[in-house]
Nanobody, 120 residues
């Protein structure tokens, strides 16, 4: 199983970016997908999470600015980021909890990360 993320880049404060992540491989089902981020010198933190039922959770600092969605294929997750701030600068990692067979035993998978830089 692989998670391939895309969409990072450099943007000015107040701008927008959209991150996308697609899971591929021998997937039976995906329980939840999420975006985490890690800023320089800080621990990795949850940004937003969405379950297979469509329940969304957000870090307080991004509520109202970021939207997570699973559009199109069930194995794809997007993060629409608006009103970006310099504090949003980080490497963003895609995450998925995936079951590989009908016994539904699942494990966590991570993408490589994509850099988002917000300039002031």
């Amino acid at each position: 199983v692989q998670l391939q993320a895309s969409g990072g880049g450099l943007v000015q404060a107040g701008g927008s970016l959209r991150l996308s992540c697609e899971a591929s491989g021998a997937i039976f089902s995906i329980n939840a997908m999420a975006w985490y981020r890690q800023a320089p010198g800080k621990q990795r933190e949850l940004v937003a999470r969405i379950t297979s039922d469509g329940v969304e959770n957000y870090q307080d600092s991004v509520k109202g600015r970021f939207t997570i969605s699973r559009e199109g294929a069930e194995n794809e997750v997007n993060l629409q980021m608006k009103s970006l701030k310099p504090d949003d600068t980080a490497v963003y990692y895609c995450y998925a909890n995936i079951a590989l067979s009908s016994n539904r035993v699942s494990r966590d998978y991570w993408g490589r990360g994509t850099l988002v830089t917000v300039s002031s």
